[in-house]
T-cell receptor, first 115, second 114 residues
Framework: DVKVTQSSRYLVKRTGEKVFLECVQD?????MFWYRQDPGLGLRLIYF???????EKGDIPEGYSVSREKKERFSLILESASTNQTSMYLC??????????????FGPGTRLTVL | DQQVKQNSPSLSVQEGRISILNCDYT??????FLWYKKYPAEGPTFLIS?????DKNEDGRFTVFLNKSAKHLSLHIVPSQPGDSAVYFCAASGIQGGSEKLVFGKGTKLTVNP
């Protein structure tokens, strides 16, 4: 059974803290993605990566950075958390050409609250 | 500019009836369309997809229709069941600037009443 796992289901942090969200996939996928989901706004892409040590900005990268040192692991970093970063964070992975439809496999999400 | 639009934030249907969820897109370069289902506090799960070379794809109770000329697709669920109550996201795929991103709509919350 293929899996994308995220380090925490729920996280509470204080304003100004540095926050690390970890994502691991066991499918040997090349592509990995970080989204945030907010009510009425759908899924918005923060950053993505096509290969180890590669990263590209998504639609809303401000206030975030990422790290991909190993193929299976993609980390999202909030350098200085702010209250407007309270959200559900979703990690996903995919493989080029798999099924031809760019299907992404999602983790269970991390509900982050910044106080 | 929203490239994938789901204009109905919510939909309520009776158990056993048909649910129709709609999605419009603006970019004619999209060549695959996907539907995801999401329960609260869980990640989205893939439901069904359709290639731009087809106009219909069926999988059990779920059928997706694509009208390329209208840039419109719809997801039909027949018969609807209470367990189908979830948020449904439409997504479009295509090589955009060399990437393999999915562009998501904002979602439609489906409630199936017993």
């Amino acid at each position: 059974d293929v899996k994308v796992t995220q380090s925490s289901r729920y996280l509470v942090k204080r304003t100004g803290e540095k926050v690390f969200l970890e994502c691991v996939q066991d499918m040997d996928h090349e592509n990995m993605f970080w989204y945030r989901q907010d009510p009425g706004l759908g899924l918005r892409l923060i950053y993505f990566s096509y290969d180890v040590k590669m990263k590209e900005k998504g639609d809303i990268p401000e206030g975030y950075s990422v790290s991909r040192e190993k193929k299976e692991r993609f980390s999202l970093i909030l350098e200085s958390a702010s209250t407007n970063q309270t959200s559900m964070y979703l990690c996903a992975s995919s493989s080029p050409g798999l099924a031809g439809n760019n299907e992404q496999f999602f983790g269970p999400g991390t509900r982050l609250t910044v106080l | 500019d929203q490239q994938v639009k789901q204009n109905s934030p919510s939909l309520s249907v009776q158990e056993g009836r048909i649910s129709i969820l709609n999605c419009d897109y603006t970019n004619s370069m999209f060549d695959y369309f996907l539907w995801y289902k999401k329960y609260p506090a869980e990640g989205p799960t893939f439901l069904i997809s359709i290639s731009s070379i087809k106009d219909k794809n069926e999988d059990g109770r779920f059928t997706v229709f694509l009208n390329k000329s209208a840039k419109h697709l719809s997801l039909h669920i027949v018969p609807s069941q209470p367990g189908d109550s979830a948020v449904y996201f439409c997504a479009a795929s295509g090589i955009q600037g060399g990437s393999e991103k999915l562009v998501f709509g904002k979602g439609t919350k489906l409630t199936v009443n017993p």
